[in-house]
């Protein structure tokens, strides 16, 4: 039974945010590009996982949830947790192209892409280790004493991996079902006990936050980043407001109520903080510092204060980052 859906990682609203506002040029676009071509295969590999976990039917009662966030001293962040009632188990996902050699000293995974360039990554075998230590300190927290157990999962069967030594198992997606039901172990917890383990998981729950772009790449500043209100019917930009909407300039003629809060949500994806009214008509490229404001609580932000006689507007990136401006 899978407890709750997987969201899709925010680097990717933050990627898409600095590809449409970033020029071309701009160096960082290009590893932007890089990253969200990640994500999405990292995102892809893990819907492939739940894919095959929604299908196993266990002996007895099991809770599978996806996409854990928790905190025991620090947080950390698991791909899929498994429950039991005599079990836990972390299961480690990984999408990556090319082939993948995971060495022990140091430790860390190196990619080998078709053209033969290596890169160094994180090594699986060393995450899932802090997740499970982790996760046996959050589960001794809360008194429930059942063994843990973890596995590393590349997604598709056509990765290449190798490793020197293995000190966690390594699957593929089609081999979770005989991992699972060959975990040792017998009935610690009763269903009513599983079912408040799973509830103190899913309450305990806290979704990751995205960093925006310019704590990611200390070079993207207000000078290198694009202004105004991008059309959405032809994307372009350069949408002006005038008799309470925009207008598109191009030959599209669009007219929209709401354009701005997608050039509002940009703001927010790229920089830090707040936004002031002044940044907003800056940002907008609007005259109006009463229709700014308007904007900015049409677009679902709160005012927290003034400063220099203007308004500060803020809002939780968090809520921002799961689309609380639609």
Same mark, same amino acid.
């Given at each position: 039974?899978?407890?709750k859906?997987?969201?899709?990682? $925010?680097?990717?609203?933050?990627?898409d945010? $600095?590809?449409?506002?970033?020029?071309?040029?701009?160096p960082?676009?290009g590893?932007?590009?890089e990253?969200r071509?990640?994500? =999405?295969?990292?995102?892809?590999?893990?819907?492939?996982?739940d894919?095959?976990?929604?299908?196993?039917?266990?002996?007895?009662?099991?809770?599978?949830?996806p996409d854990?966030?928790l905190?025991? $001293?620090?947080?950390f962040q698991?791909?899929?947790?498994?429950?039991?009632?005599?079990?836990?188990?972390?299961l =480690?996902?990984k999408?990556?192209?090319?082939r993948?050699?995971?060495?022990?000293?140091?430790?860390?995974?190196v990619?080998?892409t078709?053209d033969?360039?290596?890169?160094?990554?994180g090594?699986?075998?060393a995450?899932?280790?802090?997740?499970?230590?982790?996760?046996?300190?959050?589960?001794?927290?809360r008194?429930?004493?059942?063994?843990v157990?973890g596995?590393?999962v590349?997604?598709?069967?056509?990765?290449?991996?190798?490793a020197?030594?293995?000190?966690?198992?390594?699957?593929?997606?089609?081999?979770?079902?005989?991992?699972?039901?060959?975990?040792?172990?017998?009935?610690?917890l009763?269903?009513?006990d599983l079912?408040?383990?799973t509830?103190?998981?899913?309450?305990?729950?806290?979704?990751?936050?995205?960093?925006?772009l310019?704590?990611?790449?200390?070079?993207?500043?207000?000078?290198?980043?694009?202004?105004?209100?991008?059309?959405?019917?032809?994307?372009?930009? $350069?949408?002006r407001?005038?008799?309470?909407?925009?207008h598109?300039?191009?030959?599209?003629?669009?007219?929209?109520?709401?354009?701005?809060?997608?050039?509002?949500?940009d703001?927010?994806?790229i920089f830090?903080?707040?936004?002031?009214n002044e940044?907003?008509?800056?940002?907008?490229?609007v005259?109006?510092?009463h229709?700014a404001?308007r904007m900015m609580?049409?677009?679902?932000l709160?005012?927290?204060?003034?400063?220099?006689?203007?308004?500060?507007?803020n809002?939780?990136?968090?809520?921002?980052?799961?689309g609380?401006?639609?």
């Amino acid at each position: 039974m899978i407890m709750k859906d997987r969201a899709r990682p $925010g680097i990717e609203k933050v990627c898409d945010a $600095g590809l449409r506002r970033l020029w071309p040029d701009n160096p960082v676009a290009g590893k932007l590009e890089e990253r969200r071509k990640q994500a =999405e295969a990292g995102f892809g590999g893990e819907e492939r996982v739940d894919s095959v976990l929604a299908e196993y039917r266990h002996p007895g009662p099991i809770r599978i949830i996806p996409d854990v966030g928790l905190v025991c $001293g620090s947080r950390f962040q698991l791909d899929v947790l498994v429950l039991t009632q005599s079990w836990a188990c972390l299961l =480690e996902v990984k999408n990556i192209s090319g082939r993948s050699v995971i060495k022990d000293i140091p430790p860390q995974l190196v990619r080998i892409t078709k053209d033969g360039r290596e890169e160094a990554l994180g090594s699986p075998f060393a995450q899932l280790d802090s997740n499970l230590m982790l996760f046996r300190d959050w589960l001794h927290e809360r008194n429930t004493p059942i063994p843990v157990y973890g596995a590393v999962v590349f997604a598709y069967p056509s990765q290449m991996v190798e490793a020197a030594a293995a000190t966690h198992p390594i699957l593929f997606p089609n081999r979770i079902p005989f991992f699972l039901r060959n975990l040792p172990g017998r009935p610690l917890l009763d269903e009513h006990d599983l079912n408040e383990l799973t509830r103190q998981v899913l309450v305990s729950h806290e979704p990751f936050v995205q960093r925006p772009l310019c704590t990611m790449y200390p070079q993207v500043t207000e000078r290198t980043v694009r202004t105004g209100v991008m059309c959405t019917a032809c994307g372009e930009f $350069g949408m002006r407001w005038r008799d309470r909407a925009w207008h598109c300039s191009c030959s599209c003629s669009c007219i929209s109520r709401s354009a701005h809060v997608k050039a509002i949500q940009d703001w927010f994806h790229i920089f830090s903080g707040g936004m002031t009214n002044e940044e907003c008509r800056r940002f907008l490229e609007v005259e109006d510092r009463h229709a700014a404001r308007r904007m900015m609580k049409s677009a679902g932000l709160i005012e927290k204060g003034k400063a220099d006689g203007k308004p500060i507007i803020n809002h939780d990136f968090g809520a921002l980052r799961e689309g609380a401006l639609f």
